[in-house]
């Protein structure tokens, strides 16, 4: 692969960074990053996890400041103290963890982010419109707290839009759409384009890099490695030059046959505490030991819902409407889910897997001390650093060690740390929601194979997510979400990407009789 400059444009570029500097403590995030994006053009920024891509998308957006280096904007030198300086300089950024406030609602959330006191009815007659102009629907009603991380994505999208952006910074703003809304956001970013909006992009998911993006800048250990033009390059050499080798790939051999049920849902019906929320209708579903299942579907269609009732964090009657490991579990809370041997990892890293403002010894304990972590009641901090440590070194967290906070960590990395908790556990069930969300190629092909090799030692897995190739790649079977209810689940080998698409619209019903005779089959 030859790395090269992107060619310059007539006139200025819309952003330069010359020898960006940003270090924290003895960490160096970016070592003297030169960039230049043109007017109109839309620039990826790749790299893995913890190659200081966020940290570069801060200092633009006034976040963080760097500690040498210049920005100019359009010719211009500039120092951009904040994000409302940056807003006003015509700069927006969707983050890849939510800048949101849980207790407002997203009316008032777009709100905070536009200039002077818009009002809100009219705000949220421009929300609407902006949602469905683009296909990224939202209820400007509801309150951020009660919405998917998908849905929460989306708010993001239209905040930034509604703010028309010279230049709009994009941080893993694909990773929980659906391909649908994948698509549409690709004719906003073009139609933006082409109207003069300068796109920054960072994404892990290279195809999407190859379609998009005119030029990026790879990254790698806080350093430029290289330049390149996307669409004359492959998914394998641009993923060379951004982790220095070649693309992993998941090897997944068949399930084992006949393991006992681990997992049971059995007309499992419940209603949401959420206004706006979706209710789970008569929910059927069996996750067998040495097996993993997957459950697709568009964000908001009952996902929130279903993992709030496998987790325990919602109890309920009848109890029999779930059982682990074959004890009637629907009136346990969490921890004594977790005592028949479940294992939990959240879509959301930051307030829901980890807390930010503690380290990662004492997020260990958390959801592992019942692994020897606490004893008589007090805590043994030794233990917790040896399995905090087992778990950055097992799972290859970039980080300072055991005593590192949660938030200083990036995304891709922390969602490994949490992934690797619960794996080290070897829990007899696990559930997890969008386990490589904001991970890079390598990472994501990391946490796939562990979530196999778990499979292999017996483990029954539960994977929630909106990635049809990752499901499609790791899942022994595969169902459908769609308004709070399940379809059946089918193997893999039965099903391909249009059949899930339709599915995804609750159309499973056409393929009843194939459904049936499935089922006969296996019983």
Request: charged share 20%; hydrophobic share 45%.
């Amino acid at each position: 692969m030859t790395a090269l400059h992107p060619v310059a444009a007539p006139g200025p570029p819309q952003l330069e960074l010359r020898g960006i500097c940003k270090a924290f403590g003895a960490v160096v995030a970016n070592d003297g990053i030169d960039m230049v994006v043109q007017p109109g053009e839309i620039h990826a920024v790749l790299g893995e996890n913890g190659a200081g891509k966020s940290t570069l998308m801060k200092i633009v957006y006034g976040v963080t400041a760097p500690s040498a280096g210049e920005m100019r904007w359009a010719g211009a030198p500039v120092s951009v103290a904040s994000p409302r300086q940056a807003r006003a300089l015509g700069i927006g950024m969707v983050f890849q963890h939510f800048a949101l406030f849980e207790t407002l609602t997203v009316v008032q959330n777009v709100a905070l982010a536009l200039p002077g006191s818009p009002d809100l009815g009219d705000l949220a007659r421009r929300i609407d419109a902006v949602s469905r102009r683009y296909g990224l629907p939202v209820d400007p009603r509801r309150l951020v707290h009660a919405l998917s991380v998908g849905e929460r994505q989306r708010v993001e999208i239209i905040r930034c839009l509604l703010q028309n952006p010279r230049l709009l910074i994009m941080d893993e703003p694909t990773s929980v759409l659906t391909p649908q809304a994948v698509r549409k956001l690709f004719e906003t970013l073009r139609q933006l384009a082409a109207e003069g909006c300068s796109i920054l992009y960072i994404s892990h998911k290279l195809d999407e890099i190859q379609e998009l993006c005119d030029s990026a800048t790879v990254l790698r250990n806080g350093r430029v490695s290289g330049h390149c033009r996307p669409r004359d390059e492959t998914a394998a050499s641009m993923a060379r030059l951004m982790i220095g080798r070649d693309l992993p790939h998941c090897r997944h051999a068949a399930p084992a046959d006949g393991g006992p049920a681990r997992l049971e849902l059995r007309g499992l019906s419940l209603a949401s505490r959420e206004p706006f929320g979706t209710d789970l209708n008569g929910i059927d579903l069996e996750v067998r030991a040495g097996e993993i299942v997957g459950i697709a579907g568009v964000s908001g269609n009952g996902q929130q819902e279903l993992l709030a009732a496998l987790s325990g964090e919602r109890t309920f009657d009848p109890a029999d409407a779930v059982r682990l490991c074959g004890v009637a579990a629907g009136r346990l809370g969490a921890a004594a889910r977790r005592r028949l041997g479940l294992g939990f990892v959240p879509e959301e890293r930051l307030g829901r897997g980890a807390v930010p403002a503690m380290s990662l010894a004492d997020n260990a304990l958390l959801t592992a001390h019942g692994r020897g972590l606490v004893r008589h009641g007090l805590l043994r901090r030794a233990a917790m650093h040896a399995f905090a440590r087992r778990c950055i070194a097992d799972f290859n967290v970039k980080c300072s060690g055991s005593e590192a906070l949660a938030q200083s960590l990036s995304g891709g990395n922390l969602q490994k740390f949490i992934v690797g908790r619960e794996i080290v556990q070897e829990p007899r069930v696990l559930v997890v929601a969008q386990p490589t969300w904001g991970v890079d190629v390598g990472a994501a092909a990391f946490i796939r194979q562990a979530l196999i090799d778990l499979r292999d030692r017996g483990t029954a897995v539960l994977v929630v997510s909106e990635e049809l190739d990752e499901l499609f790649e790791i899942c022994d079977r595969l169902a459908v979400i769609a308004a709070g209810r399940l379809s059946p689940a089918l193997p893999v080998r039965q099903l391909n990407v249009e059949k899930v698409g339709a599915w995804m619209s609750g159309l499973w019903a056409d393929d009843a009789g194939a459904v049936a005779e499935e089922q006969m089959h296996v019983a």
